[in-house]
């Protein structure tokens, strides 16, 4: 009676493994992804809110967030955010996911969330 594996078994046990592996990984990367757009759904609610108390003081919508009392990056080369904001004068804000500087996600897909004063959301987002 013979002790141990076979150089197939071990083969095919490592080619399972790698197959195991590599489809976790993808579906982390997704699942991470997903929860960096967090930050943007919650700094766009942020900004959204802000921009209908500045419509209410002055009587119109700012496209400058400065003003608004927000503290959000405009551009990408901070290195503590993953998105880049921007305000429209119609109210509409808008995310932008960095692909370079700041913390660029592990793929190099671009999207954008967008949320409107209406609270609806559009954009193009990964599949997710």
Not at 23 to 48: D, H, I, N, P
Not at 81 to 98: N, V
Not at 104 to 128: I, N
């Amino acid at each position: 009676m013979r002790r141990g594996f076979t150089l197939l078994e071990l083969i095919i046990v490592i080619i399972i493994i790698g197959v195991l592996a590599t489809l976790g990984f993808t579906q982390y990367t997704k699942m991470v992804e997903k929860g960096r757009a967090g930050e943007a759904r919650a700094l766009l609610g942020t900004l959204r809110t802000a921009e209908r108390a500045y419509s209410l003081e002055y009587g119109a919508y700012t496209a400058t967030i400065a003003n608004m009392g927000v503290e959000a990056p405009v551009g990408c080369a901070q290195a503590t955010h993953y998105f880049s904001y921007a305000c429209a004068a119609t109210g509409t804000c808008t995310a932008t996911r960095c692909t370079a500087g700041g913390k660029p996600p592990v793929s190099t897909v671009a999207y954008v969330l967008v949320l409107s004063q209406d609270g609806s959301w559009t954009g193009s987002t990964p599949g997710y």
